[in-house]
């Protein structure tokens, strides 16, 4: 039986791997490793949700199941926001805070099953949620957002349509009361809602 992602302490034999991508523009250079989500290359989905982001200097950033950091990463180097990484995976922590350091990008970075060590407020949210941990956790995500955010602030999640982009965007509504598809592109959905 292969381990998940989302386990806390994946036990699977190390493998580690480098890999140097371009995303938005910028060259970023990630060690990722089993156990992890989407070790061989930063996935599809991840790569659109980043091409549909415009985010505020200065402004602060929750990337909430981060892997090993490459969207909450990524976004604090182009954008110059102040990042927090947050997933259960500590071997996936041990990697954000390597490649944190390797992009030169000052990162706040801890373990945390969803928001449950979270305090404070951000200005934005994003997520690639786990979806083989299921949609009790992916609602959780977009439910426990709103605490979280500032008035004013943005859940961003990346999900495939065949995954469950319906009833994630009727949740967002429920919960916030909006709910936009800022992108689609192969089946992927980016789905955005605003703290109003």
């Known amino acids: 039986m292969s381990e998940m992602y989302y386990e806390k302490n994946p036990s699977t034999a190390h493998d ?9 523009d910028t060259y970023m250079t990630f060690l990722t490793d089993a156990g992890v989500f989407s070790k061989k290359m930063v996935d599809y989905g991840s790569q659109v949700l980043l091409q549909s982001l415009e985010l505020e200097t200065g402004k602060t950033l929750l990337d909430v199941g981060c892997g ?4 909450g990463l990524t976004l604090a180097k182009v954008f110059n926001v102040d990042v927090t990484l947050i997933d259960i995976n500590s071997r996936a ?3 954000a805070e390597k490649n944190a350091e390797k992009n030169g990008v000052p990162a706040t970075i801890f373990q945390s099953n969803i928001y ?6 951000f200005d934005y949210i994003i997520s690639n949620p786990p979806i083989r941990a299921g949609k009790e956790v992916v609602h959780e995500v977009i439910s426990g957002a709103h605490a979280y955010l500032v008035d004013g602030g943005t859940l961003t999640i990346v999900i495939q349509k065949k995954q469950g982009a ?11 009361g909006n709910c936009q598809i800022k992108k689609k592109d192969k089946g992927y959905y980016i789905l955005e809602s605003v703290k109003e």
């Open 16 to 24: 580690i791997h480098e890999l140097r991508v371009r995303l938005l």
């Open 68 to 71: 090993y950091g490459p969207l």
């Open 93 to 95: 922590l041990e990697l």
């Open 116 to 121: 449950e060590n979270v305090s404070g407020n």
């Open 166 to 176: 319906p009833s994630a965007k009727t949740k967002m509504e429920e919960v916030f």
